[in-house]
């Protein structure tokens, strides 16, 4: 009689029928076979008391995404994404991948496609009718067990697909509250390993758009817990040349990774304190002047408004402040009074004068003033790490 497995060990070596080790964020297995690793704490396996039954697995298994779309739901659900959704993923990319690209894909891709109408349906039960749940349910099902099942080999690992499709499974898990939100995070770091972006081009494409989405979920779930990313990005070298707004963005993405691998893991070293300034001053020092606010307001004690405020061109140039603040907050709270009077050589937005234990605050603030001030729903979705890291910085009282 075989040994029953741990219920610790990951869902794709239980349908594998094989040893997990149990090695987080991927356990050895799925790192040998180049296999998404699955540790989600719900079965993937469908229960037709909850999913319409075992003639709508079998269903749902074999039609294509152009035979589902032609029930009316699936196509509005599509549309849903295309409409909306879509443009959380494009914050950082010029060319609108996860609006343009991935949509036509889909269509010829199940797994991409069950991860668009899955988000889809599951964003649309927490907003507008919780009767989608059990379509949400359905495809998120579906688009897992396909995941579990492919390799290196295949053409959906090393064309992207299975990493974009996992940077939308990671927005299904935020929203469903029921299951652990890092799930398919750690399954897209298996993602970004296969593809050795750690030392590739990070330029444009299907794989890039992926990679940048990953970080920032990686960022977001860090400074939500105060611990270093799941990637090491040591190796990456540092955006210099930037074709678009888009790029500037991400660079100050890599270099806030950068830094919260050094701060949320161990004291900063003099040197390697000194060398994260120097990274946030480049990139300040080439920006362009259409990156910083077309218009400010003060907030705060002795003004009519509780935060500061401040309006952007672009939904990037927000985005891109804000992990520039959150970069100088951390740099504030790490630096010693003699690195103290490097960091107020910067631009502080406006806070040069402020001594070291009423800079993060004022940096907490104005994050939190731009959020209520941009309230494209991109902005405010990447917001939510930089806002989750400020309250601990915040004086009350």
């Given at each position: ?95 609108s991948t996860f609006e343009v690209i991935v949509p036509r894909i889909s ?291």
């Amino acid at each position: 009689m075989p040994r029953p497995l741990s219920k610790d060990s990951c869902n794709t070596c239980r349908r594998r029928k094989v040893k997990c080790d149990q090695k987080t964020p991927v356990c050895q297995q799925c790192t040998k076979s180049n296999r998404y690793c699955d540790r989600s704490e719900r079965s993937t396996e469908f229960r037709p008391s909850r999913l319409e039954g075992v003639a709508a697995q079998s269903h749902l298994a074999s039609m294509t995404p152009r035979g589902a779309l032609h029930d009316q739901k699936i196509a509005r659900l599509f549309d849903h994404y295309i409409s909306d959704l879509s443009k959380w993923y494009d914050l950082s990319d010029s060319i609108s991948t996860f609006e343009v690209i991935v949509p036509r894909i889909s269509l010829e891709e199940p797994l991409l496609f069950y991860a668009i109408i899955a988000l889809s349906a599951m964003h649309l039960c927490k907003t507008t009718a919780s009767s989608f749940r059990t379509t949400a349910e359905l495809y998120h099902g579906r688009c897992v067990q396909l995941l579990i099942t492919i390799d290196e080999d295949d053409a959906v690992m090393s064309g992207g697909v299975a990493l974009a499709a996992t940077c939308l499974l990671r927005s299904y898990e935020i929203l469903n509250s029921n299951i652990d939100p890092n799930m398919h995070l750690r399954g897209a770091y298996s993602m970004v390993s296969v593809h050795d972006l750690l030392s590739g081009d990070l330029n444009r494409g299907l794989v890039a758009a992926g990679f940048w989405n990953y970080l920032r979920e990686d960022i977001t779930f860090s400074l939500f817990e105060t611990c270093p990313l799941k990637m090491d990005l040591e190796s990456i070298s540092l955006i210099i040349k930037h074709d678009s707004d888009q790029d500037y963005l991400n660079s100050i993405t890599l270099i806030l990774g950068k830094i919260i691998n050094v701060a949320f893991h161990r004291p900063f070293t003099v040197q390697e304190w000194e060398a994260a300034l120097e990274m946030v001053r480049q990139w300040s020092s080439t920006c362009s002047e259409r990156l910083q606010p077309f218009s400010k307001l003060p907030g705060g004690p002795g003004t009519n408004e509780l935060f500061p405020q401040a309006w952007f061109l672009q939904p990037c140039h927000a985005a891109a402040m804000h992990y520039y603040l959150i970069a100088l907050m951390i740099l504030s709270i790490h630096a010693t009074s003699q690195s103290f009077e490097g960091l107020q050589s910067l631009h502080l937005h406006e806070h040069d004068q402020k001594p070291k234990d009423e800079l993060a605050e004022a940096f907490a603030l104005d994050i939190c003033g731009i959020v209520f001030t941009n309230k494209t729903a991109s902005v405010t979705v990447n917001a939510f790490g930089p806002i989750s890291y400020c309250p601990c910085q915040v004086h009350t009282g």
